[in-house]
């Protein structure tokens, strides 16, 4: 998603709770904090799917166009070593999985997923 679609997506929540607010004018302070907290959850859904889009394609290791990504303790570029699959979970029980690659250093040895 691009920053428009975000700034879209962030209304229509706020604008979602509000509607739902008038709907429910007694609600109690519980009911209102579950469901502000739903509706926060769909955002945090689409941040951590966002996030997953991005880092695929920030792969490394297949293109030479990608740099790899350098040992923090030698400076030297790391090589690949196929990917591994990673599961985030968010706060509200979605989770999504992440296809890094995996890269070990030619000089130390230490293996590291890179930070991006
Ligand atoms: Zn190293």
Known sequence: MDDQAWHAKSIEILTDIKAWRQAHPTATFVEIEEEVHTRLMELEAHVLQD????SKRR???????TLA???PT?????QARGKRERTLHGNGGQ????SRT???C????SGLFPPR
């Not at 996030?51 to 991005?54: H, Q, R, T, V």
């Not at 989770?95 to 992440?98: A, F, G, P």
């Not at 030619?106 to 040895?109: A, Q, R």
């Open 51 to 54: 996030a997953a889009a991005a």
């Open 59 to 65: 792969a490394w290791g297949q293109s030479t166009d």
């Open 69 to 71: 990504p350098l040992c």
């Open 74 to 78: 030698c400076s030297v570029p790391l």
């Open 95 to 98: 989770s999504v999985t992440l």
């Open 102 to 104: 995996y890269g070990i």
């Open 106 to 109: 030619p000089k130390c040895g």
